[in-house]
């Protein structure tokens, strides 16, 4: 009779949790999903299904979900399922609890990090909030990146003007997640002097909404660096020996070259 009990009730959380993917979850049904995961018979194609509802209710309403869900999705990412959708939340989510990492988290963002690096060309600016958890290559820590937010679907542009010439450039930005629109490049500080963001169709000029971050200090040492660091100091009485100390490195690399490629 207990088995009995025991399937009707998973019969019926099921039913509850299936018209919960018809109506769309809004988090207060995440208890009976969490009761529904721990069970020893459960359908796999409803716990993915529903796991799918949460990854767009979490990343579309903004709203943090109970831990076991980011572990749902840890899970995802151990075998290999590199969705952005679930690299963002598992990177924000994580990110205000680095002191406190298990080893199974720092492999996972070890994981995301190779594939973000390695297999792709474009990399979730989240990923730098971990710069003291895992090692990023120094030409990524010379990116500035650009992100805005707006509809999804889009030709969002961002404008940016040099300020030694006053020329304006202009680059199409990535959608890479929905309505999240990210743009990255080694621009020198002189190069930001003014910028804006245009969307295809629109007049209007976008400032305040647009977000700039650099993580030049982790670049320290690499030939952008110090020629940023160059371009920097042009005004003050630095730079004739910042530019000695330049060129005394580029002589020492070019004469230490040979040597450790014979």
Not at 111 to 127: A, E, R, W, Y
Request: aromatic residues 12%; negative net charge.
């Amino acid at each position: 009779a207990g088995n009995k009990g025991g399937m009707y009730d998973r019969i019926f959380v099921e039913s509850v949790l299936k018209a919960c993917i018809a109506d769309g979850v809004d988090g207060t049904e995440f208890k009976v999903f969490s009761t529904y995961i721990q069970q020893v018979q459960t359908d796999t194609a409803l716990i993915d299904a529903m796991l799918v509802e949460y990854v767009n209710f979490a990343y579309e309403q903004d709203q943090i979900l109970p831990e076991e869900f980011y572990e749902l999705i840890g899970k995802k990412i151990d075998i290999g399922k590199m969705d952005w959708m679930y690299q963002q939340l598992y990177l924000d989510y994580y990110k205000d609890k680095k002191e406190n990492l298990s080893d199974r988290c720092k492999g996972r963002i070890e994981k995301i990090k190779d594939h973000q690096v390695v297999q792709t060309d474009h990399v979730l600016p989240v990923l730098f909030q971990y710069l003291d958890v895992i090692k990023l290559p120094k030409y990524l820590c010379a990116r500035t990146f650009i992100e805005f937010r707006a509809k999804s679907g889009q030709t969002v542009i961002f404008h940016f003007m040099d300020g030694t010439s006053a020329a304006w450039k202009e680059e199409v930005m990535k959608e890479l997640l929905p309505g999240y629109y990210v743009f990255s490049a080694s621009i020198f500080d002189h190069e930001l002097n003014d910028h804006y963001v245009t969307i295809e169709g629109e007049e209007r000029r976008y400032r305040d909404q647009v977000v700039v971050t650099d993580h030049l200090k982790y670049c320290k040492g690499s030939r952008f660096y110090e020629l940023n660091e160059l371009i920097r100091h042009q005004q003050d009485g630095k730079l004739q020996m910042m530019m000695e100390e330049y060129a005394a490195k580029t002589m020492m690399v070019q004469f230490i070259k040979p040597m450790t490629e014979e």
